[in-house]
């Protein structure tokens, strides 16, 4: 007996091990299993996922679902109109979306037409990349009043954005107030005082256009909480301003005591800034320059140590009258330092509000975890807790901040970190998985039909041709039935 | 948009990317323009003309090249084929930090002076240091023969969080 269970699981233990040893040799040479790979979210985190992925391994196929009918999220909607060569991303996007093991849907609406949980079954391995479509509120009274916008909103505005088509901003006062010192709160800036006979040869919409050629904004004062040490944007779009044609800067040199003794210790990138800010501020610029100010009759301005508390209305309550704002005294110092409220307020007449204080991912399914008070997917290197199968990257992987390179380098690792589960096993890959094949039989019988890569050709050849006739590199269809109706035509 | 210098990668490498160039790039002014064939047996003969540049990629390895002079030292990675993650995703317009190539000393001081612009968006670069450059401003001349160029990390250390901020 003794001996007989001796031999039986000698021989069974040979047999398990040869075909463990098969079934490794299997999966390195060739996958009987094509890992099958869904990314939601067409924007710069989606594709560089996928590209790392199909890159690093010859067997697996992603496939790309997006909301909208055209792809590149934020590349398209959100960078500024007269920053094209940002734009040049697009290039390897599109490599990757026309790369054999690669595949775009777009019109699929993640969490209403299809659930994640479905892509779970379909899918080996699902990557959440659907970014941050919500904005942080300032959470003050007077926000809802007609005249105060999010950036998110008045970017999607200018950009083509669809669902910000209507949003009809009122150009006709005088003073603008931005809420928030970001690269954001900067185009946005920057698009609000340029001459329009620049804006006219960029890709920003006709709409957009000719409210811009009728408005009436001569100032726009961007306001932080803190300090000029803590602003958040970059040199490159400070240059731009400060270079702006038409415009001369307003700062107040008293916001700047103390910053010419701090600057010496300061890193590179934030001495430069800090720099060039103060420069603007105090120094009295060469004889052409001065000139030069002195013909411009728009400004804009840098304010610091200024919160927003109140939103006042004019007498009937119809629409923005003035912003009030609570002055701050700053604790610390560095990227550390804190504003805090002094009991002093300040009341800045305007007529248009736009708060650009942070963009915000929102949950798209109830069974995705999400943390809410960050507002991001809770993951661990682009693994979403306690949800094996499922990834994320990019805005919704680390919150909304950064540029298109950092998302790059965030969106690589996720990849990073799918392929080592791959390869240890961590991930369950023994599964045949059907992957579009059944998703795109789930949309058939519910009614939805994707927009395939070719199809969004068609509507990027159209565009291309519009912008054509008006000496526009592009002239974008405004809206997904319009954008729906050329791709299927 | 109607004149794009496209670079092809070789099918056999499952490559992902190609490249779509605007002509003003900044090398230009040496008077090469136009067409580049990327496929062997192609190649103008110029080999007196053409300048060694030795690029150490991200795991330390030593990748020997020969570009001409005028090409920027993105157009040698681009038509070189090297395989660095991710590198000149703005396509040489000044538009981002992923060309971001490290220096020794001496070879920096021979690089010439950095223009605003560029300064500008190296700021932003990771590993920032006293010899960094943008590839895309590189232009090669014969000086610059046997030049070594560092591709440096473009992320914190490998496999640790990080958060997104700029």
């Known amino acids: ?489 | 948009m109607a004149s794009l210098l496209t670079a092809f990668r070789r099918i056999a490498h499952a490559g992902v990317r190609e490249y779509a160039r605007r002509e003003a790039a900044s090398c230009a002014a040496s008077g090469l323009t136009g067409r580049r064939s990327f496929v062997t047996g192609t190649q103008p003969l110029r080999s007196d003309n053409k300048v060694t540049v030795h690029f150490i990629n991200r795991d330390g390895e030593k990748i020997t090249v020969e570009g001409s002079p005028g090409d920027s030292l993105l157009d040698v990675v681009i038509n070189e084929d090297l395989d660095f993650d991710g590198f000149g995703a703005c396509e040489g317009t000044l538009a981002c930090s992923t060309c971001h190539l490290i220096f020794d000393e001496d070879v920096y001081k021979k690089l010439g002076p950095v223009t605003d612009e560029e300064m500008d968006m190296l700021d932003l670069a990771y590993g920032l240091t006293e010899t960094s450059r943008l590839g895309c401003q590189i232009c090669l001349s014969r000086s610059l023969q046997g030049m070594v160029a560092r591709v440096p990390e473009s992320v914190a250390d490998i496999r640790q969080s990080q958060d997104g901020s700029s």
Not at chain 1, 181 to 189: E, K, P, R, S, T
Not at chain 1, 279 to 286: G, I, N, S
């Open chain 1, 1 to 489: 007996m003794h001996g007989f269970k001796n031999i039986f699981s000698g021989v069974t233990l040979w047999t398990w091990r040869r075909s463990r040893w098969i079934n490794r040799r299997g999966e390195a040479a060739f996958s009987s299993c094509r890992p099958k790979v869904c990314v939601v979210g067409s924007g710069p985190a989606g594709f560089y996922t996928a590209q790392h992925l199909i890159k690093a391994r010859q067997d697996v196929e992603v496939d790309i679902y997006e909301r909208l009918p055209v792809p590149f999220g934020l590349v398209r909607f959100g960078v500024a109109p007269d920053h094209p060569e940002v734009k040049n991303v697009i290039n390897t996007f599109t490599q990757t979306a026309k790369h054999a093991r690669c595949s775009f849907y777009g019109n699929v609406n993640i969490g209403k037409d299809v659930s994640v949980e479905e892509l779970q079954q379909a899918y080996h391995a699902v990557i959440l990349s659907y970014g941050a479509e919500g904005n942080r509120r300032m959470g003050i009274p007077g926000e809802d009043l007609a005249g105060v916008y999010s950036a998110k909103d008045f970017v999607g505005w200018y950009n083509g954005l669809p669902s910000c088509r209507e949003l009809s901003p009122d150009l006709s006062c005088e003073t603008a107030v931005i809420l928030g010192q970001g690269n954001v709160a900067l185009d946005i800036a920057r698009i609000l005082l340029s001459p329009t006979d620049i804006l006219k040869t960029t890709e920003i919409t006709q709409p957009a256009l000719e409210a811009l050629m009728e408005s009436k904004v001569r100032r726009v004062l961007i306001v932080g909480r803190r300090g000029p040490m803590q602003v958040a944007c970059t040199i490159k779009e400070l240059r731009e301003m400060v270079k702006l044609p038409g415009t001369r800067p307003e700062m107040l040199p008293a916001d700047f005591v103390g910053v010419p003794e701090a600057i010496p210790d300061l890193p590179r990138p934030r001495k430069r800034l800090t720099e060039l800010m103060l420069k603007t501020a105090v120094e009295l610029p060469a004889e052409e320059e001065r000139e030069r100010r002195s013909k411009s009759c728009r400004s804009w301005g840098l304010r610091f140590f200024r919160s927003p508390v109140l939103v006042l209305p004019n007498p009937d309550g119809t629409r923005t009258a003035a912003v009030r704002l609570a002055v701050n005294k700053l604790e610390g110092s560095g990227e550390a330092a804190r504003a805090v409220l002094t009991d002093e307020v300040e009341d800045v007449t305007c007529g248009l509000v736009i708060s650009s204080i942070g963009y915000k991912s929102l949950p798209i399914d109830p069974s995705v975890p999400f943390d809410s008070g960050k507002a991001i997917v809770p993951n661990q290197m682009g693994r979403v807790q306690q949800a094996p199968g499922l990834y994320c990257s990019g805005w919704l992987k680390t919150g909304p901040t950064g540029v298109i390179a950092t998302t790059m380098n965030n969106s690589f690792d996720t990849a990073r970190s799918l392929m080592e589960d791959m390869d240890s096993g961590d991930l369950d890959m023994s599964a045949e998985k059907s992957g579009a094949l059944s998703i795109r039989t789930l949309l058939e019988k519910r009614g939805v039909k994707p927009v395939t890569f070719s199809d969004w050709e068609k509507i990027d050849n159209m565009e291309v041709k519009k912008g054509e006739s008006i000496g526009k590199p592009r002239e974008k269809l405004l809206t997904v039935e319009n954008m729906l109706q050329v791709a299927w035509a």
